[in-house]
């Protein structure tokens, strides 16, 4: 089990450390999240949670079935040491957020900031690996939008989760990358989960392409007290 070390101060009490605990769907963030941290957030203290079954659990069923564990899991790592979490899985992200009062800690979904860039624009294409993604990232782009009107189109990449899944990192962001360079209808263009980030840079478009991790994980440093 993991264990963050107790720093002592220079009168000898014992200091909670700040960490970041991570909720994660696919063991793939990982790197990524740590990379990230260590341009961005050199030295803050990182746990990472990797929960496959939730995803698998949450598409079948929908999100709410797996509310319970998820409260679990992120009260655990509160227990362990955890000042704030991050759930880097936009389809449970929801659900992960909502617990937030009741574990004590802020709680923060990696397509929140995100969205909120979104919603300052009139058209908002929304690309997706897989299709449980869609609904929860509509909802948030909604509420984020509040009374503004937002357009917003949802397309769901075809064959993409598949390569994913299949750990052909490069044939799913080769996939998502086209289905950018197909949209030339709005004023910038969402990739809806965090493992889709890095296909923005194969692409050429001129539109603005927005992902997750870079402005999710500085918010929850934040929120931890970074």
């Known amino acids: 089990m993991w264990r963050s070390p107790a720093p002592v101060s220079a009168r000898g009490c014992t200091v909670r450390p ?24 050199p030295g803050f203290a990182l ?17 709410e079935a797996v509310s319970g564990e998820i409260r679990d899991l992120l009260a655990g790592a509160v227990t362990e ?33 995100m969205a909120a860039a979104a919603a300052e624009h009139a058209r908002v294409v ?5 299709a449980a993604t869609l609904a929860p990232t ?7 939008a509040g009374e503004r009107p937002v357009d917003v189109r949802a ?10 899944r299949a750990g052909d990192r ?3 962001l080769d996939l998502i990358a086209a289905a950018v360079e197909r949209v030339t209808d709005a004023d910038v263009i969402v990739l809806a989960q965090a493992s889709m980030a890095d296909a923005g840079a194969r692409t050429v478009t001129r539109i603005p392409v927005l992902s997750s991790p870079r402005s999710g994980l500085a918010a929850a440093v934040a929120a931890a007290g970074g």
Do not use: K, Q, Y
């Open 18 to 41: 700040v960490t970041l605990a991570l909720l994660h769907t696919s063991p793939v963030h990982v790197p990524v999240f740590d990379a990230l941290r260590d341009t961005d957030h």
């Open 47 to 63: 746990r990472h949670l990797v929960h496959e079954d939730l995803l698998v659990r949450a598409g079948e069923s929908g999100p």
């Open 81 to 113: 040491g955890a000042s704030a979490v991050l759930c880097t899985c936009s389809t449970i992200g929801g659900v992960a957020e909502s617990a937030a009062a009741m574990i004590g800690v802020p709680v923060l979904r990696v397509d929140r900031p």
């Open 126 to 130: 929304v690309l997706a690996a897989l």
């Open 138 to 144: 509509l909802a948030l782009l909604a509420e984020e």
């Open 155 to 164: 397309v769901l990449v075809d064959g993409a989760w598949a390569r994913f």
């Open 170 to 172: 490069d044939g799913f």
